[in-house]
């Protein structure tokens, strides 16, 4: 559980919390009403396709609250560097590799195969600053710097929703979806990848898996198809 | 030592792990702010960059997400405090919804703008309350943990939010 004392300073102290407390609870009348018209509201909202790109820049421009030692200005170099401990390049709790986890979307994913693959994917890395120089591809949705942001595009013009699965979000169908931004059946998703292989599939209305056929491909311990994606750790200063 | 290992937080991973609870927040942010995407999407970038700088507050990381969500609901409260101050846009004229939910006649979309129409009309607490319990259907101590409120007041809040979307609802021409 949280400490709750430790968050209480976020508040943002509401009028009357107390005065209301020896009243009644809802009824069973109102768990009834509340159902009908709740219903309506749980419709899935969406925000702009560039939303992680912003945050990625407002985040990167912000000094995080460090107690201690200073953090290391390239945390993800540090971590492929030759010569320092294991203990000193332990990521974090939220940086760490987690047990791949098969959900149920993707289970039936796999039993239906990869029948009805119309679909084009393309990746466009945005790469560190360091690196600019060696990068064929300039992004397309970013124009700040958005250190190894990956473009994940699909085009599936009869799909109802697509989502990205792979190994950095735990292959989880509902994590990541890709957004559209008309009729022309282009989703698109910017996520933030480490650098390193990373394998991954689309996932369209729930129930079809898709791999990338402009990446290449690999196949995991059941024979499923993944695609992969590497990126390349940013150019060291000499 | 979690704590500690918090404290390396690098931005691309930081922002990968919002993203799985982005859209968990989302709708909660934009059911708060009424229907506005646009201020659910500020709410939802200041409340994400507050907790990339507050993460060495997170001391357990199997609830990161009730931590964040802490986070989302008191910038949401923040925001709508704020924005209210500046304008009076949920203020609605006569007969705007009366009776939309007893008729029945208004589409899909139509119909969830009327409800929420008729949510922008409750008190701030309320409205939390309810789109915690019935929208994103917490439980009484999930919502206790993530607001700080405790168990019989939010119960109360809920009921109170029931009984005056009903009177808004349910009476054509309610105003």
């Given at each position: 559980m949280s400490d709750h004392s430790e968050h209480r300073d976020l508040a943002v102290p509401m009028a009357s919390d107390t005065s209301d407390e020896c009243e009644d609870a809802p009824t069973d009348l109102d768990a009834a009403f509340a159902a009908r018209i709740a219903g309506p509201l749980r419709c899935a909202e969406h925000l702009a396709p560039d939303f992680e790109l912003r945050l990625f820049a407002a985040v990167s421009a912000a000094e995080p609250r460090v107690k201690g030692a200073a953090r290391a200005p390239t945390p993800v170099l540090a971590a492929h560097t030759p010569g320092i401990r294991v203990s000193e390049r332990q990521p974090s709790w939220w940086q760490r590799p987690h047990t791949v986890r098969v959900s149920p979307v993707v289970g039936l994913a796999m039993a239906a195969g990869f029948a009805g693959l119309v679909s084009l994917a393309t990746l466009q890395a945005v790469d560190r600053p360091a690196a600019k120089a060696q990068t064929a591809h300039r992004p397309l949705a970013a124009t700040v710097e958005t250190p190894n942001v990956v473009r994940f595009v699909l085009i599936e013009p009869g799909a109802r929703r697509v989502a990205l699965v792979g190994d950095f979000n735990g292959?989880?169908?509902?994590?990541t979806p890709l957004a559209t931004a008309g009729t022309g059946g282009v989703w698109t998703v910017s996520v933030p990848l480490t650098p390193g292989r990373h394998e991954y599939a689309f996932v369209v209305d729930g129930a079809r898996w898709i791999t990338d056929p402009a990446a290449p491909r690999t196949l995991d311990d059941f024979d499923t198809q993944s695609s992969v994606v590497t990126i390349e750790p940013p150019a060291q200063k000499s | 030592m979690l704590v500690a290992a918090v404290l390396d937080a690098d931005p691309h991973a930081f922002t990968a792990l919002v993203s799985r609870y982005r859209d968990a927040y989302t709708r909660f942010a934009v059911r708060m702010l009424g229907g506005s995407h646009a201020d659910a999407d500020e709410v939802l970038q200041s409340a994400f960059l507050r907790a990339y700088r507050r993460m060495d507050s997170c001391r357990d990381p199997e609830r990161f997400g009730a931590w964040l969500y802490q986070i989302v609901v008191n910038e949401c409260r923040t925001y709508a405090t704020r924005r209210a101050r500046r304008e009076r846009r949920f203020v609605q004229e006569p007969g705007d919804y009366g009776g939309a939910f007893v008729a029945h006649t208004a589409t899909n979309t139509a119909l969830r703008d009327e409800i929420q129409r008729a949510l922008d009309q409750l008190a701030p607490e309320q409205r939390e309350a309810f789109v915690l319990k019935h929208v994103e259907e917490l439980s009484y101590d999930e919502m206790a943990e993530i607001t700080g409120i405790g168990v019989s007041a939010l119960k109360m809040r809920v009921k109170r939010a029931c009984e005056h979307l009903r009177a808004l609802l349910e009476t054509p021409n309610h105003v």
């Open positions: 292959w989880a169908a509902d994590a | -």
